[in-house]
Every structure is written in C-alpha cells, then in structure tokens.
C-alpha cells in the first residue's frame, strides 16, 4: 500500500482482556518498528524486527507483551491480560532496510483499557 | 533517564513569527538527529535531519542548528504559518548496531495564531 496501515484504530478493552494490534508496512520494506505513545510523550521504542525475526524486544515492558511477524511483512502486537496503564497509542512504522533515515508511521492503535 | 529532554512543552506564535523548539541530549553515541512533526490523530511525519558533521541544515522554511559540544540542537521554522500548527518531536539514534532505535523527546504542542 502507499503507507503503512494499523488497524484497529481504537480499541476499547477492560482491564483484563487479551487485545491484538495489526500493522501493514509499506509493501518492500524488510524492517519494522512498534513504538508506544502515551498522552503527552513522545514515542517510545518497543520491538524491532528484520525480516521475520525480532532483532530487539528490549522495549517491550513486560511478557504480557509479544509481538510476531511470521511472513516479513504484516505484523501483530499482542498485549495479554491487558491494565490501565496499557493505555496509550501504539505506533507502527516501517522502513527500507535496517538504519534507513525515513521511518514512516502509521496513524497508530489508540488503546483505551477501562 | 531522559536522554533527550525538549523545550518548550508549547508555543504559540504569531503568523510570520520564527518557532524555535530546544532539545539536548546525553548520549555521546548518537548520530542522526531527526525532527518529526505529528498532526492530531497522524503518526509522526519526518520533517528534517542532521547529522553532527554539520552544524546547520535548511530545507525551505526549516531550520536544524546543531551544537555538538554543548550536546544540542534545535528546529527553526521561519515565517511560521497556522498549517504548522502541529506537535514537533526531536530525536536521536545512535550508530553502530543499533542504528534502529529513536529516542524522542516529549514534544512541543506549537500554534501558530493567524
């Protein structure tokens, strides 16, 4: 597509619930980023992946948190036994290669756990 | 930590007026330095970029300064219009092996009054 697509764009769970949060990069880039962003900050990093593989969860807050890519291009955050604070908006970007300078992002998940 | 702290949190200024938005950093270990700008409900948009050989970058009405000793840089944007009227984010990136990774600042809400 002509940019990256994230869907769903809202999502309203309770606090409890599992939730799974889709992105569709730019058709032909190998890397993708998942970033959060909660009200008032600035993304922060949480996965990368080259290829398939995920070359740096260190972003990831914790195991309620994985995320896959199984065919290098859509990709899946999953956030299992959702909390408030889970609440943010959840980016997803894409670029040509590893260390390319233009990320482009999606419009991002917003995240609502009541 | 905060490796990369950003001023003002908002601005306003008046049309034709020059923004100008402050960031700093401590990690000596970055070496690409981008502005994003994200409209309400967007993800972050590449605006400018600068690398530290370099102490100015114009691209039209955007202006990147960078002061490698003192650790800082800042976005200019001269004769500012109400279309930019948006949330900017500073970043850096490090090179080396991990050359995927953004670290932004918290942002700075600008409005620009017609």
């Known amino acids: 597509g002509a940019g990256v697509s994230q869907t769903p764009s809202n999502k309203v769970t309770e606090k409890g619930k599992y939730v799974e949060l889709r992105c569709d990069p730019i058709?032909?880039?190998?890397?993708l980023y998942w970033y959060r962003q909660s009200l008032g900050q600035g993304p922060e990093f949480l996965i990368y992946f080259q290829g398939t593989g995920a070359a740096d969860d260190s972003g990831l807050p914790n195991d309620r948190f994985f995320a896959v890519r199984p065919e290098g291009s859509v990709s899946t955050l999953k956030i299992q036994r959702t909390e408030r604070g889970d609440s943010a908006v959840y980016l997803c970007?894409?670029?040509?290669?590893?260390?390319?300078?233009?990320?482009?992002f999606g419009a991002g998940s917003r995240l609502t756990v009541l | 930590q905060q490796q990369v702290k950003q001023s003002p949190q908002s601005l306003i200024v008046q049309k034709g007026g020059i923004s100008i938005i402050n960031c700093a950093y401590e990690n000596t270990a970055f070496d690409y330095f981008p502005w994003y700008q994200q409209f309400p409900g967007k993800g972050p948009a590449l605006l400018i970029a600068?690398?530290?050989?370099?102490s100015e970058k114009k691209e039209g009405r955007f202006t990147i300064s960078f002061n490698k000793s003192a650790k800082q840089f800042s976005l200019h944007i001269m004769d500012s219009q109400p279309g930019d009227s948006a949330t900017y984010f500073c970043a850096a990136r490090p090179g080396g092996g991990s050359n995927y990774k953004l670290t932004f600042g918290k942002g700075t809400l600008l409005t620009v009054n017609p």
């Open positions: 970007a894409s670029s040509s290669a590893s260390g390319a300078n233009v990320l482009t």
């Open positions: 600068i690398r530290p050989d370099v």
């Open positions: 058709s032909g880039h190998t890397a």
